[in-house]
Structures are given as structure tokens and as C-alpha cells.
């Protein structure tokens, strides 16, 4: 079989360079060094003071793991700190809209609740890309100017110490495990959910069917393989592909059925996933994203940005997305796995999905694992873990 790619050696083993020039414009923000300041963006000003509280929806989870619904979790954060960062994700979807061709990511960057303000991270390869935007968003951002991105490097294949699903019972298969299809290697996710249906679906990154997989129904009834004690057992069939969000949706066959679990995870039960706050939220409590690939196991790291879109690789640029860890969170072959986080009201019990890890970086003036945010495939495909 051919390879799962879209993760790359350091910039050592590849002998590439590329330099890089950065930029901070603070177009306007707020005062953290008291307690009330004001919170401009986009022609809006705001009055609040650190002190006052709002409540947010940081996750949807079920009641309990048999629970076919998911069911808002709330709580209360700094008034100052929502009302930036509602702030910067007005600023993301202008810079968004503009089309721009030589941006090749922009994400927000929440502050913390000491100090609130957030900030919009842009990376481009045309320095005149900043005085474009600074004549559009009247907010705080920060842009990097890279002057080259090499190509993807090819990983050799090797897949024989993938993790293998421990116990063959088709009907409880769950995620974290090595998938494979007739094109390539990834992971497992935990059971997918159509919002509408309630009905599971299999599930992995959409370019471990190949490069080419650029339209929804490219890969239509392909088959998806998983291993056990060294054997092959075909679980489902593609039923659509979302380039945009590089995750594939797949329907069970022979009475395989997808649980929402992650084999090895402590603990493995899935109840749901965090929202856009949520994750924000997270980020600015330092809070930590974990996953578990069929190859590189287990690894963590903290977010890095929300709400981000991203053009590195692939056909077209991919919104919605998750920056987190560092390039080595995630390795050939893992494509296809979840991060995830405690679910902080029963944190020994179950876990809550940050999103699926698709890529990382592979030049040296980026280091982070990027996928499609949980959240994004349920606004806009109607799909939750």
C-alpha cells in the first residue's frame, strides 16, 4: 500500500531552509494592566471589567455514554476575555473573506483570563500582505512572512508497527487503531455521529485515500480495512468524503459497528467534544490536547490557535481548523486519530474530542499538528463524535 504523507521529517533530515520575518501590528486592544479596559475591533467599542462574568457553551456531551442526544455544558468566564475574543474571530473571517492568495494560514489566538486580549496569527509568502490587511481589520494581529515552504517530504511506508486492534469483536471496533485502504494508512476515530440520524459511522482522515480524493464522492464504496493479530477484515465502505474538512465518513458492513471509545486511552470513553469556546477556553487555562496515533501512540501538547484555516497542503484551503503540540505530536500513519481533553465534570470517566489530526508542519519556522476542529464538522456537515 502506498503511504499516508501528509506529515514530513524535520527540516535537518530534509537539509531545507527557509527564512522568516515577523511582524506585530497592534492595531488596537485592551488595557489587561487594570481592571476594566476597552475592547475595540472592527469600528465596535466595548466596556467591561475583568471582574464581570458571562456564561459560555464550552462542549456538547451526553448524559451518559448510551445517551443518544448531546446536551449543552455552560459555564462562566470573564466578560472581558469573551468580548476579545468574539472580537478576534470577526477579524479571522474578514481576513478570511479577502481571498488572498499568498496567506497560508491565519488563526486566532485567545488571551488569558488575566489578561484577555486576543490576537489574530497570519502567515503569508508576500510581505505586502500586511498593509492590505491592515486597511481592513482594525484589530490585534501578528504577521509571519515565509519566504519558502518546501515540498511535502515522502514518507517511506512503513506500517508494521502500526498498533493493531487488540480484540476482534465486530461489534465494538474502536478508534486509535490502524485503518487501512486500498491507497494508504491512518487511524481510526472514535464512532461518527450524523446529528440528524444518530446513526455511526467509521471514520479517518480523507487523504489516506489517496492525494487525489479532492471530491466527495471520488472514493464512494472504497473499502476500509482494519488489522488484527496480523489479518485483514474489511469494517465498512466509504459513504462520502469532506475534502474541506479531510475527514471521510464510512458506513459499516457485515455487522462491524464504530463504539465511541479510544483503545489505550485513559480513560477510552468519548461523551462529546468541545465547541469553538470551549477550546479557547481550554487554551487559556493551559490546558492540554492528548492523542493516540496507530503509529506514533501517545503524545500531547498545548492549542496554539482556534478558529484557523489553513492552506498548507491539499487542493484548497481548509477552515475550521485546530493548531496545536508541536510537529512531533503526529507522525506518518496517525492521520485519522482525535486530540482530546478530559471531560472536566467527569474527568476519571470520560474524555471530550478537541478535533481530528490531519497534518503537521514540515519546514523550520512552524511547529506545531494541525486538523479539522470537532466543532466545525458539526456546523457545517452535520457530524459529531
Not at 475527514?247 to 471509545?261: A, F, K, L, N, T
Not at 471530550?352 to 519546514?363: K, M, Q
Request: with cysteine.
Amino acid at each position: 500500500m502506498s503511504n499516508d504523507n501528509r506529515t514530513a521529517d524535520t527540516a535537518e533530515e530534509s537539509g531545507l531552509r527557509s527564512r522568516v520575518s515577523r511582524r506585530t501590528v497592534l492595531r488596537t486592544g485592551v488595557n489587561t494592566g487594570i481592571a476594566a479596559g476597552f475592547v475595540w475591533g472592527l469600528g465596535a467599542a466595548n466596556y467591561a471589567t475583568n471582574a464581570d462574568l458571562g456564561s459560555i457553551t464550552y462542549a456538547l456531551a451526553r448524559p451518559d455514554p448510551d445517551a443518544d442526544t448531546l446536551e449543552e455544558r455552560t459555564k462562566d468566564v470573564p466578560v472581558a476575555w469573551h468580548e476579545s475574543l468574539r472580537l478576534a474571530f470577526d477579524a479571522q473571517a474578514a481576513i478570511q473573506e479577502t481571498g488572498l492568495e499568498p496567506l497560508v494560514s491565519s488563526f486566532v489566538v485567545p488571551g488569558s483570563y488575566d489578561s484577555p486580549q486576543a490576537s489574530v496569527s497570519v502567515q503569508t509568502t508576500d510581505e505586502t500582505v500586511q498593509s492590505t490587511l491592515e486597511s481592513i481589520v482594525e484589530f490585534p494581529f501578528d504577521i509571519t512572512v515565509l519566504e519558502e515552504i518546501p515540498p511535502q517530504p515522502q514518507s517511506d511506508g512503513e506500517y508494521e508497527s502500526a498498533y493493531q486492534l487488540a480484540e476482534h469483536d465486530p461489534e465494538h471496533i474502536p478508534g486509535g487503531v490502524r485503518c487501512d485502504t486500498d491507497s494508504g494508512s491512518g487511524t481510526l476515530t472514535p464512532a461518527m455521529f450524523d446529528a440528524e440520524t444518530g446513526e455511526r459511522y467509521f471514520a479517518t482522515s480523507n487523504h489516506v485515500y489517496d492525494e487525489e480524493g479532492t471530491l466527495e464522492d471520488e472514493h464512494r464504496s472504497e473499502p476500509l480495512f482494519l488489522t488484527h493479530n496480523d489479518t485483514e477484515y474489511q469494517i465498512g465502505q466509504v459513504a462520502q468524503g469532506y475534502p474541506l474538512a479531510d475527514i471521510v465518513r464510512v458506513e459499516p458492513v457485515d455487522g462491524y459497528q464504530p463504539v465511541s471509545e479510544i483503545e489505550r486511552a485513559e480513560p477510552s470513553q468519548v461523551t462529546g467534544q468541545y465547541t469553538r469556546l470551549g477550546l479557547a477556553d481550554l487554551m487559556a487555562r493551559d490546558g492540554t490536547l492528548e492523542k493516540l496515533g496507530a503509529i506514533s501512540d501517545r503524545t500531547s501538547g498545548e492549542i496554539k490557535g482556534v478558529n484557523a484555516m489553513t492552506c498548507y497542503s491539499g487542493a484548497v484551503c481548509k477552515p475550521g481548523q485546530l493548531i496545536w503540540g508541536d510537529e512531533d505530536a503526529l507522525t506518518d500513519g496517525d492521520s485519522g486519530s482525535v486530540n482530546f481533553h478530559p471531560d472536566p465534570e467527569n474527568p476519571d470517566d470520560s474524555i471530550l474530542v478537541g478535533g481530528i489530526n490531519n497534518a503537521r508542519t514540515w519546514w523550520p519556522s512552524s511547529d506545531f499538528t494541525w486538523g479539522t476542529a470537532a466543532h466545525h464538522l458539526l456546523e457545517e456537515y452535520g457530524l459529531h463524535f
